[in-house]
Each structure stands twice: as structure tokens, then as C-alpha cells.
């Protein structure tokens, strides 16, 4: 089962269903077809094209430029995705951060490889983990990765 089917339905068996949604490091917003009835914010440093061309076809999808290793607010929200993100974020950013993703009501992490430590105030309510198919891309030679996903609540 991809990613995207995983992650459908872990939300699913925790009757998470949001209306808000906040993706940090959203890139192209992967995952705003799990949501088409919510309102999702993405934000990231870049703004790819394809996201550009996504933004102008859906009322229900805003980007804004954050760079999230300076002190930023994050919206309060139904729940915060931090899709292979949060490992580009410096350790001390992080800190600030996760206490502004605490505002919102879940959380939803996908670590690449290696799990980031998240504060003991998020409760895990699922977990999941995989290997990707083989791929290649960023002139790699082809590999897979080990994908966890987890979804916590706030306290
Ligand atoms: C590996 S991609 C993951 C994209 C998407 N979340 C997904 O799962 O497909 C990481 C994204 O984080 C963004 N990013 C990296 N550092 C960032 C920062 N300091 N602040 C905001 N976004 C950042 C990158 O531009 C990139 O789009």
C-alpha cells in the first residue's frame, strides 16, 4: 500500500477527519486529494510549478514562503502534516516549532530513514512503517526507503 493510501488509513481508523489542515514543507501539497473538502494551508521556501498550477484550480489550497529554521507562528489547525520535512529543520528551530504545532489538535509526522524525536506533550494514537519501492532520482543509484509514519494528538 503507497504512502498516501497509508496515511488515509490511519486518519480514517482515528476518526481524525480535518477541516483545517496546516502542511509544513508542503512542496507540490501531495496529499491535499485525501482532503477535498478542507482547507489546507502549505508552506515551504520554494513554490514549485506544479503547486502554482494545483493553487489556481482549488479555492481550498493557500501557500505561503516560511522558512521554518527562523522563529515562525504556525496557524492553529485541525491537524499539522510534517511530511520528510522536519529533518531539514535545525534542532533548536524545532523546539519552537513543535510548541506551535501544540496549538493545533493532531499532528502528522512521515520520517525518511531515521525517526526525528517528537516532545513527549504529542500522544502517539498510530503508527505504521514501510519500504518503498525501489526508485531513483537525484542521480542515486536505485534504492528504497524506510518510511514511518506516525500520528499523535495533542495534550
Ligand atoms: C523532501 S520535501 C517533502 C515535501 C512534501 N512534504 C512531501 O512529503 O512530498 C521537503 C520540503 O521541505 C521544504 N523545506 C526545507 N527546508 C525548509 C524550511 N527551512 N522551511 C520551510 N520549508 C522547508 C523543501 O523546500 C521541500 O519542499
Redesign the pocket.
Known amino acids: 500500500m503507497e504512502l498516501k493510501n497509508r496515511i488515509k488509513k490511519i486518519l480514517n481508523e482515528n476518526g481524525v477527519n480535518p477541516k483545517t489542515i496546516v502542511?509544513?514543507?508542503?512542496?507540490?501539497m501531495?496529499?491535499s486529494d485525501l482532503f477535498p473538502n478542507s482547507r489546507i494551508l502549505g508552506?515551504?521556501?520554494?513554490q514549485?510549478m506544479k503547486l502554482y498550477k494545483k493553487l489556481q484550480q482549488n479555492d481550498n489550497l493557500s501557500f505561503f514562503f516560511?522558512?521554518?529554521?527562523f522563529n515562525q507562528n504556525v496557524p492553529k489547525s485541525d491537524l499539522v502534516?510534517?511530511?520528510?520535512?522536519l529533518h531539514?529543520?535545525k534542532k533548536e528551530?524545532r523546539e519552537k516549532l513543535f510548541e506551535e504545532i501544540k496549538k493545533s489538535k493532531y499532528f502528522l509526522v512521515?520520517h525518511?530513514d531515521k525517526r526525528i524525536q517528537i516532545p513527549k506533550e504529542f500522544s502517539l494514537i498510530a503508527k505504521d512503517e514501510f519500504h518503498t519501492e525501489k526508485e531513483t532520482h537525484d542521480e542515486l543509484p536505485e534504492h528504497s526507503h524506510h518510511l514511518f509514519i506516525e500520528l499523535y494528538k495533542t495534550l
Do not use: P
Request: charged residues 20%.
Open positions: 502542511d509544513l514543507g508542503c512542496k507540490q501531495r496529499y508552506f515551504d521556501i520554494v514549485t516560511k522558512n521554518f529554521n502534516i510534517a511530511s520528510l520535512f531539514f529543520i528551530a512521515v525518511l
